[in-house]
């Protein structure tokens, strides 16, 4: 993608960022830079976007509406973006942001998946976000994926999903760093901190009968963070409408957890 953008507006970038290259513009900065004919050929075909709220916005005419009221949106909001990081691997990426909104009153996670097979090329970008900090509401996402067997996580990824899974309060907190969180879609708000902090969300996530299971859809992982987007079928004992979830989860220098952050629109029947 930085290869179609102006020199003026990876000039900004590099500014904002405070690195001396870019190897992807992150979306939202290449959303609000004006340049609208380098993002749409950033596509390697016609755009394609799953917005959590907007849906399916596939083509030309469809992703030049969605940019223009995004711009408009951002200004009459005065919204912010904080860079939560992102990677770029051979054939997809993955980007942390949050989206301060209305002065900073409302702050609001948000991750987005990018599949670029062909050349750096985007095929497809995926938005994943809670609609709880904007509207106090969950809304029903369904699968923007189909579960796939061949998707494997190795290592402490493997074994957080087994306890969650299983519903093992035990086993999932032994995954983390001593001083490991995990955030809920929701945000720092409902963040959960350390040993004791951890348990007590996940004796809370499991009081509905058991574990969460989850449908393995697609994996990016460059062996510090990893991207696992997932379906959401089943909570304990409760079956739930397929949902399409990510979570994003951060190693640390042991190699345990020293990040679980979740960004899907599921609502807890706790």
């Not at 992102?86 to 949050?98: P, Q």
């Not at 519903?167 to 907190?173: M, Q, S």
């Not at 955030?183 to 951890?198: Q, V």
């Not at 859809?217 to 963070?225: E, F, L, R």
Request: proline share 6%; hydrophobic share 40%.
């Amino acid at each position: 993608m930085p290869d179609l953008f102006s020199a003026r507006a990876l000039e900004r970038l590099l500014e904002k960022r405070r690195r001396a290259e870019v190897v992807a513009v992150p979306f939202f900065d290449g959303l609000l830079s004006g340049e609208l004919d380098a993002l749409l050929e950033s596509f390697a075909g016609e755009p394609l976007l799953h917005h959590p709220v907007l849906g399916r916005i596939q083509g030309r005419q469809a992703f030049e509406a969605y940019v223009a009221e995004m711009n408009v949106w951002f200004a009459e909001h005065e919204v912010s973006i904080e860079d939560g990081g992102h990677v770029v691997l051979e054939t997809r990426g993955f980007e942390e942001v949050v989206l301060h909104i209305d002065g900073g009153a409302v702050a609001l996670p948000l991750a987005i998946v990018a599949d670029h097979p062909h050349d750096g090329r985007l095929t497809e970008l995926r938005i994943y976000y809670s609609s709880w900090p904007v509207t106090g509401r969950h809304a029903v996402r369904p699968p923007l994926l189909q579960s796939d067997s061949t998707v494997r996580t190795s290592g402490v990824i493997a074994e957080y999903q087994s306890a969650l899974a299983a519903g093992d309060v035990d086993a999932i907190v032994s995954t983390f760093e001593a001083d490991g969180y995990a955030r809920e879609p929701a945000g720092d708000p409902y963040r959960h901190s350390g040993t004791r902090g951890l348990r007590t969300f996940y004796e809370q996530l499991f009081s509905n009968g058991g574990g969460i299971p989850l449908e393995h859809c697609s994996v990016a992982d460059d062996g510090h963070t990893c991207a696992l987007e997932y379906n959401v079928t089943r909570w304990g004992k409760t079956d739930l409408p397929p949902q399409a979830g990510v979570a994003v989860y951060a190693r640390g220098p042991s190699g345990k957890l020293a990040a679980a952050r979740i960004y899907d629109d599921v609502d807890p029947p706790l």
